[in-house]
């Protein structure tokens, strides 16, 4: 059994990687998963299939770009999939807008200069993978009515996807009072707490 945590970036994902180590879980090399974008936007699925046989739990990028998901409930039947959320789509939006200020924008929202002379990952990465992933003008990198639309999108098309396996995904919010129980219950593992930590805030 593998664990894949789907939800979008800025929806506590360093907290359930915390978490499921704190569980006893191997959880995978986020760089890695990382340097495998490329690979994701040419729709090549092999590499980050591969990089699944190296741990037991996985988050953030690539695992939780659209459509990843399908290909790795082919490849790795019985997985667990966990979707994380937030309270809304508008809470999500001003979360990426105020770690990208903090990130790559020296505490403003980044420019599209800024974000083309980033070194995250590879110099433009961040501005190549936001263009591919939101199709977003290439003048408006951000655009709030498109990244809005994107992550709504983004969490039905996967609620419908499982909506005939509720023992294989997971949806959370993880400031709700009883997630970190929901959690611990949904793997078969003994809590170790009884609330998520809040790691990474923006």
């Known amino acids: ?31 890695k998963g990382e340097l495998l974008i490329r690979d994701y936007h040419k729709n ?38 966990i979707l994380s959320i937030r309270n809304s789509a508008d809470e999500w939006y001003n979360s990426v807008i105020r770690f990208h200020s903090q990130i790559f924008g020296r505490g403003k929202k980044p420019s599209v200069e800024q974000l083309k002379k980033s070194k995250w990952v590879w110099e433009g990465c961040i501005y190549e993978t936001m263009q591919n992933l939101y199709n977003t003008p290439a003048d408006d990198p951000y655009n709030k009515e498109i990244l809005i639309n994107h992550y709504i ?38 809590p170790k707490r009884s609330s998520f930590p809040h790691l990474n805030r923006s």
């Open 153 to 190: 999108s983004y969490n039905q098309k996967i609620i419908d996807y499982f909506k005939d396996r509720p023992n294989d995904l997971l949806v959370i919010n993880l400031k709700d009072e009883n997630s970190y129980l929901d959690f611990s219950k949904f793997l078969n593992k003994k």
């Open 44 to 81: 090549n699925f092999q590499p980050i299939i591969e990089l699944a046989k190296t741990a037991d739990a996985f988050q953030d990028i690539p695992f939780s770009y659209p459509n990843t998901y399908k290909h790795l409930d082919k490849a790795y039947p019985n997985s667990k999939f």
């Open 1 to 31: 059994m593998k664990i894949f945590c789907i939800g979008r970036g800025k929806t506590g994902t360093t907290s359930l990687e915390e978490s499921l180590k704190e569980l006893g879980f191997k959880v995978g090399n986020q760089r």
